[in-house]
């Protein structure tokens, strides 16, 4: 079930409706990032050589505002957000400084006086959980198998797969430490891409993007699951900073079982509460710790993707789902709340997520087939 932080009153169980995001997320919006409508993107692997580490920068360049968003896989995957205003601002990498223990400082944003919005994402650990024996809608799916950390994942060297006509780039990789092969035929990827523009992707889920974010689309393919009926799942951490709500996560609450993303191969994708993680440990990333120092006010939450009967991963060892991560305010897309539901975590401000209406109906089979009605 999901609940929301409200600043005075704790933790209270929340479903508000699409108006009050609107609204919450529009009052937060510092003036200058209010979305423009198209941005100048530039898309640069930054090279560390020899190192073989992955550090990409995206800079989406406005009328009066320059975007940043700084992805790696250095450590767990993560990617650090930083919107500034001015057309001038400019990313700084000390790689010596990144790659020591103690890289604070490493990653710059200059001017710093620009800066009006930074937050971070930190992708910690692939979930594995039994559903055998277990009924629908529980939490967590089923009893957890250990979780891959992806920390300890090895990464591709995402030059090879940059592609500047569609502004994409996959990080592809697997446990370092595989000692029952499971991954042998099998992979995680993350595919990234920014737009210069706003549209709709021809491919369900179909987010409505704007030339403000990131697309993110994670696949897990071909890894041998642990069970006959394994459902998986992703741990994400995220930085909590100052007051204003005014970065973002949106989703529909969808994955997908087949490359062809049909109805008939959607799976429902849930989200557990979040939690602040000042009481376990979590995987540190360094990239997040060059931009902000050590900081420990993380909040965490768990994604679910699947359930015990209905489409699964176990069908064609593949498991797809797609997010948008942005700054300003999250496209809106008029009608999907009634169709699909959208969900929306907000970054910035502690622990304040938001749910999209229509996200109960969703997770009734049934519903999907309205889902091909979204054109
Ligand atoms: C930034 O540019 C937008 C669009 O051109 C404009 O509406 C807005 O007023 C500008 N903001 C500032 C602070 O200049
Ligand atoms: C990644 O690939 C590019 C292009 O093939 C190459 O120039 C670069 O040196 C590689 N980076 C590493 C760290 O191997
Ligand atoms: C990078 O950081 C190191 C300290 O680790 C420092 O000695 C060096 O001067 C820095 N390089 C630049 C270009 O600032
Ligand atoms: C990997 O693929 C090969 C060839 O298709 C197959 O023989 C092998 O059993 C597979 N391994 C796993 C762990 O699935
Ligand atoms: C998976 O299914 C097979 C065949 O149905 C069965 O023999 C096996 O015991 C099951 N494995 C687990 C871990 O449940
Ligand atoms: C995510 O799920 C794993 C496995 O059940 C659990 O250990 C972890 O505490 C969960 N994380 C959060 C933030 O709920």
Same mark, same amino acid.
């Given at each position: 079930?999901f609940?929301c932080?409200?600043?005075? &009153? =704790?933790?209270v169980?929340?479903?508000p409706?699409?108006? /009050?995001?609107?609204s /919450?997320?529009?009052?937060?919006?510092p003036?200058g990032?209010l979305?423009?409508?198209?941005r100048q993107v530039?898309m640069?692997v930054?090279? =560390?050589?020899?190192n073989p580490q992955n550090? @990409?920068?995206?800079r989406?360049?406005?009328?009066n505002? *320059?975007l940043?968003?700084?992805?790696?896989?250095l450590?767990p995957p993560?990617?650090?957000l930083?919107a500034?205003?001015?057309t001038q601002?400019?990313l700084s990498?000390n790689?010596?400084?990144l $790659?020591?223990p103690d890289?604070?400082g490493?990653?710059?944003?200059?001017?710093?006086n620009s800066?009006?919005?930074?937050?971070?994402l930190v992708?910690?650990?692939?979930?594995?959980?039994?559903?055998?024996?277990?009924s629908?809608g529980t939490?967590?799916?089923?009893?957890?198998y250990p979780?891959?950390s992806?920390?300890?994942?090895?990464?591709n060297? #995402?030059? +090879?797969? @940059?592609?500047?006509s569609t502004?994409s *780039? #996959?990080?592809?990789?697997?446990?370092v430490?595989? %000692?029952?092969g499971?991954f042998? +035929?099998?992979?995680?990827?993350f595919?990234v891409?920014?737009?210069t523009?706003?549209?709709?992707?021809?491919? %369900?889920?179909?987010?409505?993007?704007t030339a403000d974010v990131c697309?993110?689309?994670?696949?897990?393919v071909g890894?041998?699951p642990?069970? +006959?009926?394994?459902l998986?799942?992703?741990?994400?951490n995220?930085?909590l900073?100052?007051?204003s709500?005014?970065?973002?996560?949106?989703?529909r609450?969808?994955?997908f079982?087949?490359?062809?993303?049909?109805?008939e191969s959607?799976l429902?994708?849930?989200?557990?509460t979040? &939690?602040? *993680?000042?009481?376990?440990?979590?995987?540190?990333?360094? #990239?997040?710790?060059?931009f902000?120092?050590?900081?420990?006010?993380f909040?965490?939450? +768990?994604?679910?993707f699947g359930?015990?009967?209905?489409p699964?991963?176990?069908d064609q060892r593949?498991?797809c789902?797609?997010m948008l991560l942005?700054? =300003?305010?999250?496209?809106?897309d008029?009608?999907s709340?009634?169709?699909?539901g959208?969900?929306?975590v907000a970054l910035?401000?502690? =622990? $304040?997520m938001?749910?999209?209406?229509?996200l109960f109906?969703?997770?009734h089979?049934?519903?999907y087939?309205?889902?091909?009605s979204?054109n």
């Open positions: 079930m609940r932080w409200g600043p005075h &009153r =704790g933790w169980p929340c479903a409706t699409p108006w /009050l995001l609107l /919450l997320l529009v009052c937060a919006a003036f990032l979305g423009e409508e198209t530039s640069e930054i090279s =560390g050589w020899p550090l @990409l920068h995206i989406a360049v406005g009328s505002s *320059t940043h968003y700084v992805w790696s896989s450590g993560a990617v650090v930083v500034t205003n001015t601002s400019v990498v790689w010596s400084l $790659l020591s890289p604070d490493a990653l710059l944003v200059l001017p710093k800066i009006q919005f930074s937050s971070a992708f910690t650990r692939l979930l594995e959980f039994d559903s055998t024996k277990v629908e939490q967590p799916p089923g009893k957890p979780p891959y992806l920390a300890k994942f090895s990464w060297n #995402i030059t +090879n797969s @940059l592609d500047l502004l *780039t #996959i990080f592809q990789g697997h446990p430490d595989d %000692p029952t499971a042998a +035929n099998g992979s995680l990827t595919k891409q920014a737009f523009k706003s549209g709709r992707p021809a491919q %369900p889920p179909r987010l409505l993007h697309q993110l689309e994670v696949a897990l890894a041998s642990r069970g +006959n009926h394994s998986f799942g992703l741990e994400l995220q930085l900073w100052g007051s709500p005014s970065g973002f996560m949106q989703w609450p969808v994955a079982s087949e490359e062809e993303r049909a109805r959607a429902p994708c849930q989200a557990s979040l &939690r602040t *993680t000042l009481a376990y440990s979590l995987p540190h990333s360094p #990239i997040v710790q060059a902000f120092g050590s900081q420990n006010n909040c965490a939450f +768990n994604l679910t359930a015990p009967t209905g699964g991963y176990w593949y498991l789902w797609s942005g700054m =300003g305010f999250p496209p809106l008029a009608f709340p009634l169709v699909l959208i969900m929306a910035g401000a502690p =622990g $304040l938001f749910l999209g209406g229509g109906l969703l997770l089979h049934k519903q087939s309205e889902y091909q979204i």
